[in-house]
């Protein structure tokens, strides 16, 4: 099998492919990307850095699905505490929603895309099972906007509307894109990096120098299940 692994910022991405050691194979580029290959109980897989927020994010996954045929596409990142989950966790996405979508003021729902039938995008059921089955990772809706959260306020109402558990710059434009391009199976799996609040910040910066392995255990734990 073939896996597409999609990384936003290059702070997760080196440390990612530095902690992965010898079974990196080769370091390229697609396009403007970075991008190296390895492999991983019996599957090859190509990760990518598409570089942070929403139109970073469909433009990477399309360009980088336009390098080759994959039979997942797997995301991996921080993310910021909504519900139900605490900083050092890691949730799997059961479904991706882009909050900051917003056509309500024309009678949309919040969220809801005209002329596409779906908004809120479900995650494919064998790379879910996969990453669901690791001892210890938790499972819950994903959201996505614009902008680092630090506001508790709409942080409470991405809650209320949404359903949400854990809120990033990403995965919903990710899910999207996939979604679009064939329904090419798709998850996101992320490390809860701060409370999505006024101490956000210096949560995310603590997150960010002191766990550098995160995402390739991440990576090879959700491999191993496949």
């Known amino acids: 099998m073939k896996y597409l692994i999609l990384i936003a910022d ?8 530095n902690s992965l050691g010898d079974i990196v194979k080769r370091e390229y580029k697609i396009n403007h990307m970075p991008a190296f290959d390895f492999s ?3 599957h090859d897989c190509t990760a990518v850095c598409f570089g942070i927020g929403k139109v970073n ?16 596409v797997i995301n ?9 989950v605490f900083k050092g966790d890691i949730i799997v996405s059961d479904s991706c929603v882009e909050c900051d979508f917003d056509l309500t003021p024309i009678g949309r729902l919040p969220g809801q895309k005209p ?7 479900k995650c494919d059921n064998t790379l879910y099972n996969a990453a669901t089955s ?4 938790k499972h819950g809706n994903l959201g996505t906007g614009d902008f680092f959260l630090t506001d508790k306020e709409r942080r409470d109402r991405y809650k209320e509307i949404f359903n949400i558990s854990a809120f990033d710059m990403e995965s919903g434009a990710l899910a999207a894109a996939c979604y679009l391009l064939g329904k090419i199976p798709f998850v996101s799996i992320r490390k809860i990096s701060d409370s999505a609040d ?7 910066t603590n997150s960010l ?11 090879l734990k959700v491999l191993n299940n496949i």
């Open 40 to 42: 991983h109980n019996g």
């Open 57 to 72: 994010a469909a433009m990477g996954a399309a360009l980088a699905l336009n390098e080759g045929e994959f039979d997942g």
């Open 10 to 17: 290059i702070d997760e991405f080196n440390p990612c492919k």
């Open 134 to 137: 690791v001892d210890g990772f």
């Open 209 to 219: 120098n002191s766990d550098l392995t995160a995402f390739s255990d991440i990576i």
């Open 115 to 121: 002329g596409q039938e779906e908004y809120v995008y």
């Open 76 to 84: 991996t990142g921080w993310s910021g505490a909504v519900s139900g």
């Open 198 to 204: 006024d101490v956000a910040t210096d949560e995310y």
